[in-house]
């Protein structure tokens, strides 16, 4: 699914996607609590009408129903699944679905309307759930999209086809067989009146038709939208219409003489929008992440919300944390001209911080406008400055625009004001990495040419101080250290050192692998050495800083990593492991339902990015299982959101999840190649080194042994 549905479940407000649904107060829109889906392979979400119940749908044809946050029961159904509705037969539509074949059905019966694709067709069917009856209502040779079904009775349901450019109708009150509407352009939403025969296509020039079924005639043709429609739905007693789409204006509709009210500046582009049972209000939500409460009377928000687990508009990449005065919050990267901050110990989101402030604006001439999105960000450990980078995604002569914008936290809340901004600041170069110092006001940025620039606060302001150009390819990520004393560039296949400030060259970190870039770079805390851990997209490094030596080479497709107060995170595929030394074993492994994308583990709680852009904490229980201590703490405040399942890791070294220790001789998936083999753990010699080895490294030639193996040293 584009973004998510919302449905009415008692007193609360339903958000459901095929990942997760999640509860919210229909008044307040405080959140209640959050049902994880992900693991039934969901393909959408959909309201069970007259009760409190929801239900996700996959295409291999089962639809699992959740009362609240129990699941109650999973419904069987036909593989290929691409929509679905379900209302209450009523005594208008009972009549209909008996002319049809449907004998059995009676008043008060669920009935499940479906489209499932079958090759280049679709068919169109209903499930009488009581006697588990299948009808077959249509069939079309294109695939079906935006199906819309009448409510509370199915008296009407109607669906598009793109490919032939037409609406299809069903009348359940007649024995009319299906109704075919020309379309001239794609259709974007459709609308069927609760009681009439009469359904509203919205298309993708902003058009709006209103169509009578019953006289096969447009009613009305209204077009005030520039673009996609995205939202139509009548309301209970079918007088107004809603329509909304990228314009960021809700219109209401009066169905009689077709005039319109419009609710203008909403936070962004609609996305999905749901009458309240009275009729009195009307939920939006709105990109990214937005949901408001519009009371129709007043034409005016009554209430607004964001959050992280709203399931509106565009994901998040990455999260960083920001030092204030009332303690560590959590910033999102990765997101459209913002970024959104979030109180971690509260779960509550706190503040949007608008990078390039500007009026919401559609496209022009049906071209979109350029995307600005926030790329890369750091905080200071003071609470006081906060450093972004964002970028377009518009070239100019193979040149995309970027702003680096150093603010200033302002008063004792989170107003942040912009202190000093640096277009292109690697000039035509993409910045691929920022680095703050510590305990010093300097901030490094990399560019993917291999250029480190230093900038420094000083007599009030953000000044370029130093520049050093490395000999690479590419660089793609920088760290500093604890103290600040070490800046580490990941690059090509290596890891250069080099002092901070003054960018003095420290030396390269090597391995004996060629032809993969460095990822990511962090100093994990260890207590035996001082080291650096690196990952490319084959191999996990670490070196001794000191020596300067490769300390470990595992071959495993690591995905992030994060340091932590003893060690290191390492995520791969949908497994958390903790390394506590600079051994290649972990000591401990958790797994999560879907693979992370980026992670940050601070002293109180574990905080990541799942596959869906959405930002989710680990549970008390499950930090307990990767740092003891944190349990103990009392994180139980932390909404817990993810599910224990078997690890795979712990079959991997043949121990228990959470007590992960050994020789890493075990085997992933079965595979018969060791995981965890490092060639140099057992080589004390570089002879030693090339014999019997499992790499493809050439051994020099022999004359060179005695030399090589004078230099070779290994702790």
Known sequence: MDFARVFWSGDNIAIGDENRICYRNKKTLAEQYIVDTADKGGLGCVQITGSKKVGVWNEKGALTIYEGEKQIETIPMEEGLTMMEVRLVGRRSVTGIQNRGGQSVRVGDTVIIYAKAHRSNSVIKMLILRTKQIIQLA????????????????????????????????????????????????????????????????????????????????????????HSVSVLQYNSDGTTLISGGEESVLLLWNTRSWTSNKI?????????????????????????????IINVA????SCVVHGENLLLGQPCTGIKPMYVPTGVVLALEGMDNMVRVFDPSKRQYLRTIKVAPSNVTSKVNNTPL????????????????????????????????????????????????????????????????????????????????????????????????????????????????????????????????????GFQDLGVLTQ????????????????????????????????????????????????????????????????????????????????????????????????????????????????????????????????????????????LFSLSAGQVRGSGEGRINGGAK???????????????????ATHSLQAPSVSLNPLLDSLFTYE
């Open 370 to 501: 350029p995307k600005i999105t926030v790329k890369h960000l750091v905080a200071s450990r003071s609470g006081q400055h906060l450093v972004t980078l964002e970028q377009s995604d518009v070239s100019l002569n193979g040149v995309y625009m970027s702003t680096m914008r150093f603010w200033n936290l302002s008063g004792d809340g989170l107003e942040w004001k912009v202190n000093t901004f640096i277009d292109n600041p690697h000039e035509e170069n993409i910045v691929t990495s920022l680095a703050m110092h510590r305990t010093r006001n300097i901030v490094v940025s990399t560019s993917k040419d291999g250029t480190q620039k230093q900038w420094k606060f000083t007599a009030g302001h953000w000044t370029h101080s130093a520049t050093l150009k490395l000999n690479c390819d590419e660089a793609l990520c920088n760290e500093l250290s604890d103290d600040g004393t070490v800046l580490a560039v990941g690059t090509d296949s290596c890891v250069s050192c080099v002092t901070c400030p």
């Open 298 to 301: 007043e034409r005016k928000p």
């Open 512 to 651: 004996h692998l060629t032809g993969s870039s460095i990822q990511q770079v962090v100093f994990p805390a260890f207590a035996e050495r001082q080291a650096v851990v690196a990952h490319c997209n084959t191999h996990l490094f670490g070196w001794d800083l000191a020596s300067r030596g490769l300390i470990f080479s595992i071959e495993i497709r690591i995905f992030t990593l994060s340091p932590c107060d003893a060690g290191y995170l390492a995520v791969t595929e949908s497994t958390i492991m903790r390394f506590d030394s600079s051994t290649p074993t972990p000591c401990c492994a958790l797994d999560l339902p879907s693979q992370p994308t980026a992670l940050l583990c601070l002293p109180t709680l574990v905080a990541f990015v799942d596959q869906a852009g959405t930002l989710k904490y680990l549970s008390a229980a499950e930090s307990g299982r990767l740092f003891p201590s944190m349990e103990a703490d009392g994180v139980g405040e932390i909404v817990e959101v993810v599910e224990e399942k078997a690890s795979g890791v712990s079959s």
């Open 139 to 226: 069939e079309v040779e294109s695939a079906a999209t935006h199906m819309s079904v009448s409510s509370p009775e199915p008296n009407t349901i109607a669906f598009a086809t793109p490919q032939t450019a037409s609406v299809h109708v069903i009348d359940l009150t007649t024995t009319v067989p299906t109704v075919q509407l020309p379309s001239t352009f794609r259709t974007t939403s459709l609308a069927v009146h609760p009681f009439s025969s009469i359904v509203s296509i919205g298309d993708s020039t902003g058009r709006i038709r209103t169509w009578s079924i019953s006289h096969e005639h447009t009613m009305k043709e209204a077009h005030w939208h520039a």
């Open 264 to 292: 203008a500046r909403l936070p962004g582009p609609i996305l999905t929008a749901q009458w309240f049972p009275d009729d009195a209000d009307v939920v939006v939500g709105c990109a990214p992440g937005t949901l408001l």
């Open 674 to 692: 060791p995981c965890f083999t490092d060639p140099l753990l057992s080589c004390k010699s570089l002879s030693a080194f090339y014999e019997g």
